[in-house]
């Protein structure tokens, strides 16, 4: 599956953002997905998961309640809805998926195996 990242921007202090990851290829319901970010100097860090069905889902603790992440498998595109943002949310924002057999939801950036190219999300103060 190759994705594609959409929908970063420039938002202030507060602001809501939709980020969007479209997914090429066949079966992408059976791939369990994920949302990661790297701010300026850091390592890549994990956001929100999501699990085949879309029923199950994981989210760092510095996203909770601010975020939610969910897909639509009819339309092959993952979502991450982000609230309440703040300057500290800014980062490159990378959608990732793996293949999966069950229902599983991972947060471990090793488990990914497809990879977006990224989009700039800036939020300023």
């Known amino acids: 599956v190759q994705l594609q990242a959409l929908g970063g921007g420039l938002v202030q202090t507060g602001g809501s953002l939709r980020l969007s990851c479209a997914a090429t290829?066949?079966?992408?319901?059976?791939?369990?997905m994920g949302w990661f970010r790297q701010a300026p100097g850091k390592e890549r860090a994990f956001v929100a998961g999501i699990n085949r069905s879309g029923l199950n889902s994981k989210y760092a603790d510095f996203v909770k309640g601010r975020f939610t992440i969910s897909r639509d498998n009819h339309e092959n595109t993952l979502y991450l809805q982000m609230n309440r943002l703040e300057p500290e949310d800014t980062a490159v924002y990378y959608c990732?998926?793996?293949?999966?057999?069950?229902?599983?939801?991972?947060?471990?950036?090793?488990?990914?195996?497809?990879w977006g190219q990224g989009t700039l999300v800036t939020v300023s103060s």
């Open positions: 290829g066949r079966h992408f319901d059976n791939y369990a």
């Open positions: 990732a998926a793996t293949w999966d057999h069950g229902r599983a939801v991972y947060s471990g950036e090793n488990t990914y195996n497809n």
